[in-house]
């Protein structure tokens, strides 16, 4: 089958790219339908069954329209600040709690939230969701999460840290395709989906422990321009409503 379309007419080409294509749309209203019992859902293995659904759903649109499509986004890069990726990002992991979530915190180092990035937005929206879910779900009751944005040269490290066990060894890049947690729940489909919307952007997902306590989900984007290197830092708390300074 792939030898007849390497070598099928241009007319048949044009007839396979349409077809792809629009298998490729068919599945959006899929996509939305599960993302809206997502929203629904309260049941918790109900839930995990959806999530595996929803991005079995987007890696299939992915192979169908290629770079960038059914990862969630739009294959389509543009310059847009940081904060309003944060913010759709938050709005969405908000929606899909079942009840007030995590303490939460983001803190700025070198930079603030009007710096902008070139990125497909609503694929690193979707990256971000992945792993704020993933800090809600197994992180250590009591402990909150903080996304942390800090700049590096051209690019913005984007870092989620939680108490949860992370990754066994620390390495989301050779996460199996079977892997599932220690407590049997998640089955790695959120991180590879991450790990992959990182790579379209030039940059690898890495995972690491601070300390004792504390474990980091990182990756970079690139800025639109070099950030000065000044001193702009802060913090901005979200559910217990706290504001502090804190240094760059």
């Known amino acids: 089958m792939s030898t007849m379309i390497r070598g099928c007419s241009e007319q048949h080409c044009g007839w396979t790219r349409m077809l792809r294509h629009e298998f490729g749309n068919m599945l959006a209203p899929i996509l939305g339908h599960v993302q809206q019992l997502l ?19 987007r890696e ?5 329209d290629g770079p960038g499509r059914g990862v969630g986004g739009s ?13 759709e990002a938050l709005e969405s992991w908000r929606a899909e709690q079942v009840e007030t979530g995590p303490d939460f915190v983001v803190r700025w180092q070198g930079l603030d939230g009007t710096a902008q990035v070139v990125v497909d937005r609503e694929a690193v929206v ?18 909150g999460i903080r996304l942390v944005l800090g700049a590096r040269e051209d690019r913005v490290e984007v870092a989620v840290e939680d108490g949860g066990p992370g990754v066994p060894g620390g390495d ?3 996460l199996p395709p079977g892997y599932t947690t220690r407590s049997g729940e998640g089955h790695g489909q959120g991180l590879r989906l991450a790990r992959e919307i990182a790579g379209l952007h030039g940059s690898r997902l890495r995972s690491e422990r601070v300390d004792a ?18 001193s702009v830092g802060g913090e901005v708390g979200i559910g217990r409503e706290r504001y502090s300074a804190a240094g760059a």
């Not at 929203?39 to 759903?57: A, F, H, I, M, N």
């Not at 299939?60 to 169908?64: F, Q, S």
């Not at 979707?126 to 402990?143: D, I, P, W």
């Open 39 to 57: 929203r629904e859902e309260r049941d918790p293995q109900r839930r995990d069954r959806l999530l595996r659904v929803e991005t079995l759903t």
């Open 60 to 64: 299939m649109a992915r192979k169908l």
């Open 75 to 87: 294959g389509v890069f543009t310059a847009v600040r940081l904060e309003r990726i944060i913010g």
């Open 126 to 143: 979707t990256l971000l969701v992945n792993l704020l879910r993933n800090a809600s779900c197994h992180g250590r009751a009591g402990k």
């Open 172 to 174: 989301v890049e050779r």
């Open 213 to 230: 306590k504390t474990h980091r989900v990182f990756f970079t984007l690139p800025l639109l321009e070099p950030v000065p290197a000044v």
